[in-house]
């Protein structure tokens, strides 16, 4: 039997924290937000209830109580969950566990917000009761939007520990509750910065040879289902300074044969950019950058890597019928097609070879990328629409081997990983969908 949640604490009131209390408060949850000032935490209540779109109703903010964690850290026992949402850092996290574990209440439960930081890494040293009641609960920006939320059970969680977890957020918070495996970057950003990585070294390529950023964007978006900011739009949104934190926390945790460490080098140009605070939309401006004349009249920029300087931004167009969908695009003999079939062919196989690894199976990967990186198809449904026979034969023709799962699928003698409302196992079994 589960427990309940009554009462949650979430300590750090960032970008994260904010909207985890603001979700909490909107369900109906008491919610005690804790920072290193009180001060944080109460101007984190205030963004929730002002702007142009608040987040909550000044009733529902009202069930958040802010607080300092030198004060009200007593507080933390009439909590049944305690979610840490402080900065990306090991071990400032693993003070953290251990500033909390004298104070909570017995039986209560403590997630990390991580974005991949290995939770074993986190609680190591923590005593056996704090490692029963432990796990990730990654959710996605902004929280009050974003479906996803990645559960990540430690190796002593207790099944009623990830019971009320999901009992809570998928039901009374809402959310796509996708289960995990504690694995560098879970699923999500284990996949989806593959994507981006491999995508700027190939991007850079591309580039030498002759195509725009901006038909890149438009490659890498409508016609293989992902959203309009296609590739360098969403780094730009990201930041180059987080996309250089991720690779640095791939590069201590990922296996060495994975395919994503030849990537985790950022290219040359952006390795400049990145030196210069070049970094996005949040310094004024990274691929792209809007300008407004002295009428308010917008326009956009963009940088030329290879001659790092700005031009006027070109309508990338319609693109013709060839490479206006994936199952054409991908096999065009254009460099439009090249690419991109290089990209999504290299991000596909990376997450076909990914399964029993990060997840027990196809269902909660294409979940994940669909619910937290708005995906209009995961990896496995994807290739279930382009063919996936078509989708081995042109790796095979590319001298490439064919990926665990995609394996599985022939040695099954089936060809498709979903057939009507049953998905394949690892094991090459057809098994009924899990319930969303
Ligand atoms: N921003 C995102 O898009 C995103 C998405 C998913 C997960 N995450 C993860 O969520 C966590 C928080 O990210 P964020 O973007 O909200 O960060 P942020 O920098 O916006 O907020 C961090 C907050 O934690 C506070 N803090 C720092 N150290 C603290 C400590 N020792 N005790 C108490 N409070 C402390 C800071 O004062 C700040 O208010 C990180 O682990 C991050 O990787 C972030």
């Known amino acids: 039997m589960s427990k309940t949640i009554e009462q949650v604490a979430v300590i750090g009131s960032g ?21 290193i000032e009180k001060a944080t935490a109460e101007a984190a209540i205030s963004r929730l ?19 300092s964690l030198d004060a009200d850290i007593a507080g933390l026992a009439n909590c049944d969950w305690i979610c840490e949402v402080i900065i990306e850092d090991l071990q400032a996290k693993r003070d953290l566990f251990t500033r909390i574990e004298p104070h909570r209440k017995a039986g209560s439960i403590v997630t ?3 974005s991949g930081i290995p939770l074993r890494d986190i609680y190591r040293d923590m005593p056996d009761a704090f490692r029963k009641n432990v796990a990730v609960t990654h959710f996605f920006n902004p929280v009050h939007i974003m479906r996803l939320l990645e559960l990540v059970p430690g190796d002593e969680t207790e099944q009623q520990v990830m019971d009320t977890l999901v009992a809570y957020l998928g039901g009374e ?24 990585l491999c995508g700027l070294h190939l991007g850079m390529e591309a580039q030498q040879k002759g195509l725009s950023m901006e038909t890149i964007d438009a490659l890498l978006s409508k016609p293989v289902g992902l959203p309009p900011t296609g590739l360098y739009g969403l780094v730009d949104l990201i930041g180059l300074d987080i996309m250089d934190h991720v690779a640095k926390n791939l590069r201590a945790n990922l296996p060495a044969d994975d395919d994503c460490v030849r990537f985790l080098d950022l290219p040359a140009a952006e390795q400049a950019m990145l030196d210069a605070g070049q970094l996005g939309r949040k310094t004024g401006g990274g691929y792209y950058k809007m300008l407004k004349d002295a009428d308010g009249n917008k326009s956009m920029e963009v940088f030329n890597l290879q001659e790092r300087s700005w031009r006027a931004m070109q309508a990338a167009g319609e693109l013709d019928e060839e490479h206006a969908v ?23 196989a990376y997450a076909a070879d990914l399964v029993p690894e990060i997840a027990d199976d196809i269902v909660n990967i294409d979940r994940a990328m669909r619910w937290g990186f708005n995906w209009q198809q995961g990896p496995f449904e994807m290739i279930d629409e382009i063919g996936a026979d078509r989708f081995a034969e042109k790796l095979a023709a590319d ?35 899990p319930a969303e």
């Open 173 to 196: 918070l809402g959310k796509g509750v996708v289960y995990a495996k504690d694995t560098v970057n879970f699923i999500g950003n284990r996949i989806g910065c593959y994507w981006m």
């Open 49 to 67: 209830t002002g702007g142009r779109k608040p987040v909550l109703t000044e009733d529902q903010a009202a069930l958040i109580t802010a607080g």
């Open 112 to 114: 990390s917000n991580t």
């Open 15 to 35: 970008t994260m924290g904010a909207g985890i209390a603001g979700l909490c408060a909107a369900a109906g949850t008491a919610v005690l937000l804790l920072d």
């Open 399 to 433: 001298g490439r081997a064919l990926p665990r799962m995609l394996q599985v699928l022939k040695d099954s003698g089936n060809s498709s990983f979903y057939n009507g409302e049953q998905y394949l196992d690892s094991n090459g079994n057809y098994q009924p969908m």
């Open 326 to 348: 994936a199952t054409k695009l991908l096999f065009a003999d254009s460099a439009e097609g090249h690419f991109t079939w290089q990209v999504m062919s290299n991000t596909l």
